[in-house]
């Protein structure tokens, strides 16, 4: 996808308290705390590497 295109969609959206866009920033009210109980992949791990704390619980992932 050329960046043109990836550019022409994040324009179109509205950036307000309730946008994609801020739920995502560092600029927040209140701090993000997230509880990894397993395995997690797509957004709840983005969510872990966005939050402001995570609490892992003890043996939540597999031996390797």
Do not use: K
């Amino acid at each position: 996808m050329p960046d043109i295109q990836g550019y022409r969609i994040a324009s179109l959206c509205p950036v307000d308290e309730r946008s994609i866009f801020s739920q995502y920033s560092r600029i927040r009210q209140s701090p993000w705390i997230l509880a990894v109980m397993g395995q997690c992949n797509g957004v709840p791990m983005w969510q872990a590497c966005l939050s402001d704390f995570v609490i892992q619980v003890n043996g939540a992932l597999p031996p390797e």
